[in-house]
T-cell receptor, first 114, second 113 residues
Framework: LAKTTQPISMDSYEGQEVNITCSHN???????ITWYQQFPSQGPRFIIQGYKTKVTNEVASLFIPADRKSSTLSLPRVSLSDTAVYYC???????????????FGRGTQLTVWP | DTEVTQTPKHLVMGMTNKKSLKCEQH?????MYWYKQKAKKPPELMFVYSYEKLSINESVPSRFSPECPNSSLLNLHLHALQPEDSALYLCASSQGGVRYEQYFGPGTRLTVT
């Protein structure tokens, strides 16, 4: 099971780009890296997923170096509504099963200030 | 429709009560999950159902009893809970496997008195 390490908190101002880095040194060959966002008293929401190099969608970009031992979530031009907890997850594939499990680490509390 | 619904939104129960949490999805997802989340902590996986069969039980105490009556419904039956079981209970569904995103419901805020 690949453990993830993220900063506990980050602060930013509106309009800035935010980069949150996650360390996952013992990631397995078949593991994917997934990021979720969670607002208070709501369920987490999928942001982005990747395996290697760079992935971009309408919300964020995910940068994964060749060794895959870390990943960086990039949020362009954040707004106040991006204040949330961001979780980096590395999927755990069960032997003989495609179910997998998602283990949430402690997450990063991002606070965006006006 | 990419929504997972959960009822009730809030629940207060005594330690001797029996209650149930309900989760519903109509996305045709084959996997459904229960998570428990304490304040300021990350969600913790409790159960995973695949094709209506219990596939994973993360050593959850028997006072929590999951049930999957059909492919769209997931229940969590609660009995003889303890105050420390007070938490936000989240339901999620997915197509199965870590390649697929999990869609979470808004959760049920449970308080055990």
């Amino acid at each position: 099971l690949a453990k993830t390490t993220q900063p506990i908190s980050m602060d930013s101002y509106e309009g800035q780009e935010v980069n949150i880095t996650c360390s996952h040194n013992n990631i397995a060959t078949n593991d994917y890296i997934t990021w979720y966002q969670q607002f208070p008293s709501q369920g987490p929401r999928f942001i982005i997923q990747g395996y290697k190099t760079k992935v971009t969608n309408e919300v964020a970009s995910l940068f994964i170096p060749a060794d895959r031992k870390s990943s960086t979530l990039s949020l362009p031009r954040v707004s106040l509504s991006d204040t949330a907890v961001y979780y980096c997850l590395v999927g755990d594939h069960l032997s003989g099963s495609t179910l997998g499990r998602l283990y949430f680490g402690r997450g990063t509390q991002l606070t965006v200030w006006p | 429709d990419t929504e997972v619904t959960q009822t009730p939104k809030h629940l207060v129960m005594g330690m001797t009560n029996k209650k149930s949490l309900k989760c519903e999805q109509h996305m045709g997802h084959r996997a459904m999950y229960w998570y428990k989340q304490k304040a300021k902590k990350p969600p913790e996986l409790m159960f995973v159902y695949s094709y209506e069969k219990l596939s994973i039980n993360e050593s959850v105490p028997s006072r929590f009893s999951p049930e999957c009556p059909n492919s769209s419904l997931l229940n969590l039956h609660l009995h003889a809970l303890q105050p420390e079981d007070s938490a936000l209970y989240l339901c999620a569904s997915s197509q199965g496997g870590v390649r697929y995103e999990q869609y979470f419901g808004p959760g049920t805020r449970l308080t055990v008195t």
